[in-house]
C-alpha cells in the first residue's frame, strides 16, 4: 500500500478508538427517558385520565369535555402546562390517533 493510504488509515483508526474512548468515559448518560408516574402528591389540582386520541382531537377538545362544568373558566396556559407535565414526551400539537395520553381534569 502506498503511503498515503497507510497515513489515512492509521488516523482513521486512532479517531475511531478517540471516540470509543471518549463515550466510554464522558460521564454522560444516554439512557432513555423515564416518564412520571401518572400519579403524585404534586398534582393535587387536577388528576390526570388516559384517554385514546381520536382523528379531529386536540389537547383543548379532550380537556373541555372532561371538564364541561367549568370550561368557562379553564387557562388555556395552564391546560398546555399541565398536559406538557404528565406527558413529558409528546406534542400537545400533534396528537396521534390511536395513541394513549393523560389528560387533566380539574377538581
Known sequence: MSFLKKSFLYIIAMLLCLSIYQDLFSGKSYRPLVEKAPYTDEWKEYEAIQIKAQPGDTVLSVVEKLNSSQA???????????????????????LVPSNYYYFPRYK
Open 72 to 94: 368557562d373558566s379553564l387557562d388555556i396556559d395552564q391546560i398546555i402546562k399541565d398536559w406538557r407535565t404528565i406527558n413529558p414526551t409528546s406534542n400537545p400539537h400533534e
